[in-house]
């Protein structure tokens, strides 16, 4: 049975991070998995969501929240393209954020659903921390299609060249400092 909190404790330890863990997600995340805010040091599991998934999807998104705050905590330990991804939040719709002086400045996108989803998906960050989720669930759990299958979910349909993350990171800055 996987006990969340030994992990969560032993990967804080072994990284030096001082976090919290919760299993009452924020208002406006009822429905996701898991999230990480920075600004409180918090880890928020879904548990209520979870309570019925297999070891292996629990795992996979304990860790996929510790490296977002490894990410966002200790940057340096990331190349360029995490870093600077960090500062963007692209979602399926087209709506996006940029993290300017420490705020979520919104704008919204114009393209398709499937577009946006696979930019979304193909963050830097995301990939770094979807694959990350995925080798430590592989050594906890083992190697299972259930998990190959949840890991290939999250993944990109087609890798996102960097070119295009200009152009959407471009447009994003544009947007939000007409905002700010």
């Known amino acids: 049975m996987f006990d969340c909190e030994i992990y969560f404790k032993q ?14 997600m924020p208002e406006g995340y009822e429905t996701a998995n898991g999230t990480f805010d920075v600004e409180s040091k918090t880890v928020f599991i879904n548990a209520e969501c979870l309570k019925e998934a297999p070891d292996y999807e629990k795992t996979f ?27 963007y939040v ?9 993290i300017i002086s420490g705020k979520y400045c919104e ?5 398709g659903e499937e577009f946006f989803t696979n930019v979304y998906l193909g ?6 921390a979807n694959q990350y989720a995925y080798e430590q669930a592989k050594k906890i759990c083992g190697e299972s299609d259930g ?4 890991y290939e979910f999250w993944m990109p349909v087609q890798p996102v060249p960097e070119s295009v993350y200009d152009s959407v990171y ?8 007409a905002n700010v």
Do not use: W
């Open 90 to 98: 692209i979602m399926y719709d087209g709506t996006c954020y940029k």
């Open 61 to 87: 998104f304990l860790f996929h929240e510790l490296r977002h705050a490894s990410q966002y905590l200790c940057p340096d330990l990331f190349g360029n393209a995490i870093s600077r991804s960090l500062q």
């Open 107 to 111: 704008c919204k996108l114009e393209g």
């Open 123 to 128: 963050q830097p960050y995301e990939v770094d």
């Open 170 to 177: 471009a447009l994003i800055d544009e947007k939000t400092q």
């Open 11 to 24: 990967y804080c330890d072994d990284n030096k991070l001082d976090l919290l863990l919760s299993f009452n």
């Open 147 to 150: 998990l190959r299958d949840l």
